[in-house]
């Protein structure tokens, strides 16, 4: 593998911190541990260095986080606070992360694995969320009804649905927690957040960044921990309104069942097996280069990740050539390293699930093309996996369905624009999916097709505060940015009021 690009660890110009980073619960604006003492430690995945010791919650700590919601919620000082004030307070968060990007940057780095500039870019894009909700809040507004008759006017409110559970997953962690709570703050609602067990720590950050912009103490509440017990009381406990998960298929259909006997709100950001369908007559320059991004960004530890692509059989051999020439330069190694863009791997365990999924496909006929191997980067002693291309997939290969979550690219071929279509549409999961085709009309047509929440033509994975993202068929329910990221946290109420005395009286007196 001398042939690919790494960067050993060397000269990043960023030490790691001495100390590792400690990590508390904040349960009604008091930051504290666990009552039986009980921690754990995250080192990082690059290095192996210790990075965190955090606080492991248990029942108490969960119930007590969703008791100072529930009584912060419905004392109703937060919820029924102008737009103008918790407006305020977002903004202000927002200067502050801009402010701490590089520690938070710095942190999330060493817990996750991924590059340096990434997570400094990521830092920058949760900012943009919290000044966005912060716009929301500001405009958050109902109906009203002047056409019902002479004697009644009907209104409806949009009203903040209450205490949110928010458990987030590792791969991005601050920019996925500011996809939902500065929204639920923007609503009026209270919050108990978890973050992965396995980058606990910007989490805690943002909670010691809200205190220092001003927000009430118990509004938001931070529990940290594993999912069970944290994340099952969360879903479980009868004064949470609604859960809003991002994470893993499987863990989202427990939470389903979870929530189901006190009937919460679910919102569900899930996996996906996102294809992108590659037409003759498109700019192959352009799709090759789209291509490696999408299936290396985050070391493709991202539920966007655009791991199988499905390319008209004329062209398949000339791309899948540009894509491995491509990958050969795209740099992997050190995180620290601003030269970096592809880091480590989250864990051990998850380097042999994809490696796992590789072999498997291999025994199964398909043909690797480039990588499909662990990877030593000299002098880091962490988990990393090489670029990896594989052609001669077909439908019916796990490869081809299920979500690797690794830097690893399946190749499907077709015929005609009918067969694309199927095989697009042919996996439980349906995120995103992108079409390339210099033709508008093909790429019209595909995009309303394919059973995607989100479609990219020409490009792959741009992202806006502005547009709402979300999953269909097994890739989740509800959406998050945009103004429908808000509306998931407000519930409708109607008002309807008798104008002067109107009606005919029911009891016909005498
Ligand atoms: P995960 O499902 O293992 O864990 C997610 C969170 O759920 C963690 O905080 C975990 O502690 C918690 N959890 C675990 N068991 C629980 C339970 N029984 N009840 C409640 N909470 C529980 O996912 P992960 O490995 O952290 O993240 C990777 C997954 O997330 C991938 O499948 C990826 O596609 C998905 N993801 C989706 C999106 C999206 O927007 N659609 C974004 C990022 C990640």
Same mark, same amino acid.
């Given at each position: 593998?001398?042939?690919?690009?790494?960067?050993?660890?060397?000269?990043?110009?960023?030490?790691?911190?001495?100390?590792?980073?400690?990590?508390? $619960?904040?349960?009604?604006?008091?930051?504290?541990?666990?009552?039986?003492?009980?921690?754990?430690?995250?080192?990082?995945?690059?290095?192996?260095?210790?990075? =965190?010791?955090?606080?492991?919650?248990?029942?108490?700590?969960?119930?007590?986080?969703?008791?100072?919601?529930?009584?912060? /919620?419905? !004392?109703? #000082?937060?919820? /029924?606070?102008?737009?103008?004030?918790?407006?305020?307070?977002?903004?202000?968060?927002? &200067?502050?992360?801009?402010?701490?990007?590089?520690?938070?940057?710095?942190?999330?780095?060493?817990?996750?694995?991924?590059?340096?500039? %990434?997570?400094?870019?990521?830092?920058?894009?949760?900012?943009?969320?919290? @000044?966005?909700?912060?716009?929301?809040?500001?405009?958050? $507004?109902?109906?009203?009804?002047?056409?019902?008759?002479?004697?009644?006017?009907?209104?409806?409110?949009?009203?903040?649905?209450?205490?949110?559970?928010?458990?987030?997953?590792?791969?991005?962690?601050?920019?996925?927690? =500011?996809?939902?709570?500065?929204?639920?703050?923007?609503?009026?609602?209270?919050?108990?957040?978890?973050?992965?067990?396995?980058?606990?720590?910007?989490?805690?950050?943002?909670?010691? !960044?809200? %205190? %220092?912009?001003?927000?009430?103490?118990?509004?938001?509440?931070?529990?940290?921990? $594993? +999912?069970?017990?944290?994340?099952?009381?969360?879903?479980?406990?009868?004064?949470?309104?609604?859960?809003?998960?991002?994470?893993?298929?499987?863990?989202? @259909?427990?939470?389903?069942?979870?929530?189901?006997?006190?009937?919460?709100?679910?919102?569900?950001?899930?996996?996906?097996?996102?294809?992108?369908?590659?037409?003759?007559?498109?700019?192959?320059?352009?799709?090759?280069?789209?291509?490696?991004?999408?299936?290396?960004?985050?070391?493709?530890?991202?539920?966007?990740?655009?791991? *199988?692509?499905?390319?008209?059989?004329?062209?398949?051999?000339?791309?899948?050539?540009?894509?491995?020439?491509?990958?050969?330069?795209?740099?992997?190694? #050190?995180?620290?390293?601003?030269?970096?863009?592809?880091?480590?791997?989250?864990?051990?365990?998850?380097?042999?699930?994809?490696?796992?999924?590789?072999?498997?496909?291999?025994?199964?006929?398909? *043909?690797?093309?480039?990588?499909?191997?662990? !990877?030593?980067? =000299?002098?880091?002693?962490?988990? /990393?996996?090489?670029?990896?291309?594989?052609? &001669?997939?077909?439908?019916?290969?796990?490869?081809?369905?299920?979500?690797?979550?690794?830097?690893?690219?399946?190749?499907?071929?077709?015929? #005609?624009?009918?067969?694309?279509?199927?095989?697009?549409?042919?996996?439980?999961?349906?995120?995103?999916?992108?079409?390339?085709?210099?033709?508008?009309?093909?790429?019209?047509? /595909?995009?309303?097709?394919?059973?995607?929440?989100?479609?990219?033509?020409?490009?792959?994975?741009?992202?806006?505060?502005?547009?709402?993202?979300?999953?269909?068929?097994?890739?989740?329910?509800?959406?998050?940015? +945009? *103004?429908?990221?808000?509306?998931?946290?407000?519930?409708?109420?109607?008002?309807?009021?008798?104008?002067?005395?109107? @009606? &005919?009286?029911?009891?016909?007196?005498?």
């Amino acid at each position: 593998m001398t042939e690919l690009t790494l960067i050993p660890a060397k000269d990043t110009g960023t030490a790691i911190p001495a100390e590792p980073f400690i990590g508390q $619960h904040l349960i009604d604006g008091v930051w504290t541990d666990s009552a039986d003492g009980a921690g754990f430690d995250r080192n990082s995945p690059a290095h192996g260095d210790l990075i =965190s010791r955090s606080a492991k919650g248990g029942v108490a700590e969960t119930e007590a986080a969703i008791t100072a919601a529930r009584r912060v /919620f419905d !004392l109703g #000082d937060w919820a /029924f606070s102008s737009g103008q004030a918790r407006a305020k307070i977002l903004l202000k968060m927002a &200067d502050l992360i801009d402010e701490n990007r590089d520690h938070i940057a710095l942190i999330e780095t060493l817990e996750s694995g991924k590059p340096i500039t %990434q997570a400094k870019a990521e830092i920058e894009g949760a900012a943009d969320l919290w @000044r966005y909700a912060a716009a929301l809040a500001r405009t958050l $507004h109902g109906d009203s009804h002047n056409s019902l008759g002479a004697d009644m006017l009907g209104v409806v409110l949009k009203a903040p649905i209450g205490v949110v559970s928010i458990i987030c997953p590792w791969n991005f962690p601050f920019l996925i927690v =500011s996809q939902k709570l500065p929204f639920a703050l923007a609503a009026g609602c209270t919050a108990v957040v978890k973050p992965s067990e396995l980058t606990p720590s910007t989490t805690v950050i943002l909670g010691q !960044l809200l %205190q %220092q912009a001003g927000l009430p103490a118990g509004v938001v509440n931070i529990v940290l921990g $594993h +999912g069970d017990p944290v994340g099952a009381v969360m879903s479980t406990h009868d004064a949470v309104d609604m859960v809003s998960f991002t994470g893993s298929t499987a863990i989202g @259909r427990q939470i389903v069942k979870a929530a189901g006997d006190t009937l919460k709100k679910v919102s569900l950001e899930l996996g996906g097996k996102n294809p992108q369908v590659v037409f003759p007559d498109a700019d192959i320059e352009a799709a090759a280069d789209a291509i490696t991004f999408g299936v290396y960004f985050n070391a493709g530890e991202c539920c966007n990740s655009g791991s *199988r692509i499905i390319v008209h059989e004329d062209i398949a051999e000339a791309l899948t050539a540009k894509i491995v020439a491509l990958s050969r330069q795209v740099p992997f190694g #050190d995180p620290l390293n601003p030269a970096t863009q592809v880091g480590a791997i989250i864990s051990s365990d998850h380097q042999a699930r994809i490696d796992g999924y590789v072999k498997d496909a291999r025994a199964e006929g398909a *043909r690797v093309v480039l990588g499909g191997d662990r !990877l030593s980067i =000299s002098s880091l002693t962490g988990a /990393f996996y090489q670029p990896t291309v594989i052609a &001669d997939v077909t439908a019916n290969m796990a490869i081809a369905k299920e979500e690797v979550f690794g830097p690893v690219l399946s190749v499907l071929t077709f015929r #005609d624009p009918g067969e694309a279509l199927a095989l697009a549409n042919d996996a439980a999961y349906g995120l995103s999916a992108g079409v390339w085709s210099r033709n508008v009309h093909t790429c019209l047509d /595909f995009a309303r097709r394919v059973q995607a929440g989100t479609v990219w033509t020409n490009t792959w994975m741009d992202g806006f505060a502005e547009l709402p993202f979300g999953g269909v068929k097994q890739s989740g329910q509800g959406r998050e940015l +945009g *103004r429908y990221g808000l509306e998931e946290f407000l519930e409708v109420k109607t008002v309807q009021m008798r104008v002067n005395r109107g @009606r &005919d009286p029911w009891v016909k007196t005498r």
